[in-house]
């Protein structure tokens, strides 16, 4: 407004703390253009082939991994921490009503 240019974050950690402290003014889900740049060149690397020059170990074991048995282990532990926190599993264990 006063003819000096408004001070630019120094590093993407700042951008994104300035987007999310500025969100109520934002449409969600919008970036600033260098953040949207440096995200995607983040990603645009992350290729299989990539990974598994990088990480061949690892790529190994999570191409063997049964993903279903994996899925359905995550799946079943998070209602059953939440009913163990609330106290129903105890409940239900005593056999009361």
């Known amino acids: 407004m006063?003819?000096?240019?408004?001070?630019?974050?120094?590093?993407?950690?700042?951008?994104?703390?300035?987007?999310?402290?500025?969100?109520?003014?934002?449409?969600?889900?919008?970036?600033p253009p260098r953040l949207s740049r440096a995200v995607h060149r983040f990603w645009k690397?992350?290729?299989?082939?990539?990974?598994?020059?990088?990480?061949?170990?690892?790529?190994?074991?999570l191409k063997r991994l049964p993903i279903a048995p994996v899925l359905f282990a995550f799946l079943t532990s998070v209602p059953v921490q939440g009913l163990t926190r609330k106290g129903w599993v105890e409940l239900f264990a005593n056999g009361q009503a």
């Open 45 to 61: 690397h992350l290729t299989p082939s990539y990974l598994s020059s990088r990480f061949p170990a690892a790529m190994t074991v």
């Open 2 to 31: 006063n003819g000096t240019p408004a001070p630019q974050p120094e590093s993407i950690e700042m951008e994104v703390t300035t987007v999310t402290s500025h969100r109520m003014g934002m449409t969600a889900g919008v970036l």
